[in-house]
């Protein structure tokens, strides 16, 4: 079946099998290597995107569910070829090592910040509990968020 969505303000039409996964759509057919396959199970948060603006996990959403809806990689934060603010920050503070959990770690950044501009550590630590990270041990991560909110 044919779908219709917007990947990062661009439209989009692919053809779909009805047990596809939004993941496997997103690195095979359109190629955006940012969503990682990590679990498979929604667990890891290396696959996380934002649909019409709310974090989800690609890798246990079904393909022919996102039909009409606004998907946003860390690609799609990209403007003009400029980083968004958190994917410089998270640079510039040293805020990811091996980088396989840094783009679902930046789109759940990017989740919280767009509806709680000023958030607390706690909420910031919250709001990342979804994406593993085995390299990092999230303080640079955290850092980097408050300097942005600061």
Same mark, same amino acid.
Do not use: M
């Given at each position: 079946m044919k779908i219709n969505f917007t990947l990062n303000g661009c439209a989009v039409k692919v053809d779909v099998g009805p047990t596809d996964t939004l993941t496997d759509v997103l690195r095979q057919k359109l190629g955006i290597l940012s969503v990682k396959k990590g679990c498979e199970t929604g667990d890891c948060g290396a696959c996380a995107v934002l649909v019409d603006g709310k974090l989800i996990n690609s890798c246990i959403t079904l %393909?022919?569910? $996102? *039909?009409?809806k606004d998907i946003i990689t860390a690609e799609g934060l990209m403007i003009n070829g400029e980083m968004d603010i958190i994917q410089k920050r998270i640079a510039e503070l040293h805020g990811t090592q091996c980088g396989f959990c840094t783009p679902g770690m930046i789109i %759940? $950044?990017?989740a919280l910040l767009s509806c709680n501009p000023h958030p607390s550590e706690s909420e910031i630590r919250r709001a990342i509990s979804g994406n593993l990270c085995r390299c990092t041990g999230?303080?640079? $991560? *955290?850092e980097a968020v408050q300097s942005i909110t600061e």
């Open positions: %393909a022919p569910t $996102i *039909v009409n %759940a $950044i990017k999230y303080q640079k $991560i *955290v």
